[in-house]
């Protein structure tokens, strides 16, 4: 109770700690040392949850909690982790709703929602969390904008919507992309399409570019379609050159594995720490509870008992005077 509430660091020092593991976080992520970046995150969502109830994140707090669950969203989605992926998403979007990160915070959140049902294919679900994330932007002026109608015109696409209807829209956030990296998306998401329906030449137009870009990313991605566009007419020497690029910037599968089977389990166990401490939670809730109800019953049982031997003293007493009186 109180007593340990005295012993405990104060909320500055506890948010100075948590932000203290959250830029190592930082650090290790952009080194590209993902299992301490993971580890690292967790820790500040730990010392977080530990010395805050839920009703006190609110604020700056609920901002740096967005952010964090942000940061494993990004981690665990890079790794094809989906369900911690979304499971984080959805945390970050629970604080993104008490205290906005920015005018566009809840949208994004949203549309990268999207993204992870997109990664796993189901087309319907992403497509919801587009639409939602549409309805939740005030500024149509901006990439996160962009992104989101880009996105929502594919997934439309491949629910069986007109080829041109989706072209149109994926022309307009072409010609109000602001950065040659936005320019690329676009020709990737409107190459593919074009692959789609068969249509090479317009395809090869805007995929070679963003191949000949070296952003790895999208150069695979790129990479994936002209390989087989080349093969299907019939140059083999260009369908080679695709396949080898795509051989040799994959990561070897064990790597993979070894890495993922590593975040799953930190993410396992802080989860079960989590679960573990709010059962604790409950069990003392629920003995407060039985103590709240139990204690006055026993107090109230224990004078009446008091008044009722008072009573029968007083009665025996004025007998025995009575007795003594005859």
């Known amino acids: 109770g109180d007593s340990k509430k005295i012993s405990n660091p104060t909320p500055n020092l506890v948010f100075l700690t948590a932000r203290s593991h959250y830029i190592n976080g930082v650090g290790y992520y952009e080194q590209d040392s993902i299992v301490q970046a993971c580890a690292e995150y967790l820790k500040t969502l730990e010392v977080m949850e530990a010395h805050f109830e839920e009703k006190e994140l609110v604020k700056k707090k609920a901002i740096f909690m967005t952010y964090t669950y942000n940061r494993l969203m990004e981690l665990f989605s890079t ?6 992926a979304i499971e984080c998403g959805e945390k970050a979007l629970m604080f993104c709703r008490i205290e906005p990160t920015s005018s566009e915070g809840v949208s994004n959140i949203l549309y990268r929602l999207g993204k992870q049902y997109d990664k796993m294919h189901e087309i319907d679900k992403a497509r919801q969390y587009y639409e939602l994330a549409l309805e939740n932007i005030s500024n149509t002026d901006n990439m996160v904008y962009r992104d989101i109608v880009s996105s929502k015109a594919l997934c439309d696409y491949e629910l069986g919507s007109d080829v041109k209807q989706a072209l149109d829209k994926l022309n307009y956030t072409l010609i109000h992309a602001k950065t040659e990296n936005e320019r690329l998306n676009r020709y990737l998401t409107i190459g593919g399409i074009y692959f789609l329906e068969g249509n090479y030449d317009s395809a090869l137009f805007y995929l070679e570019p963003v191949f000949d870009d070296n952003e790895v990313g999208l150069q695979a ?10 093969d299907s007419i019939g140059n083999k020497e260009q369908s080679d050159a695709y396949m080898r690029f795509l051989t040799n910037n994959k990561k070897p599968d064990g790597e993979n594995k070894a890495l993922v089977s590593k975040l799953e389990d930190l993410y396992k166990n802080y989860s079960n720490k989590k679960l573990e401490k709010q059962a604790e939670a409950e069990r003392e809730k629920a003995k407060k509870k039985v103590l709240n109800t139990v204690v006055p019953i026993a107090i109230a049982v224990a004078l009446a008992i008091f008044f009722v031997l008072i009573w029968r003293n007083r009665r025996q007493l004025k007998h025995q005077q009575e007795e003594a009186g005859k």
């Open 221 to 230: 991605q790129a990479a994936g379609y002209l390989r087989i566009i080349y």
């Open 79 to 84: 790794q094809f982790m989906m369900d911690p």
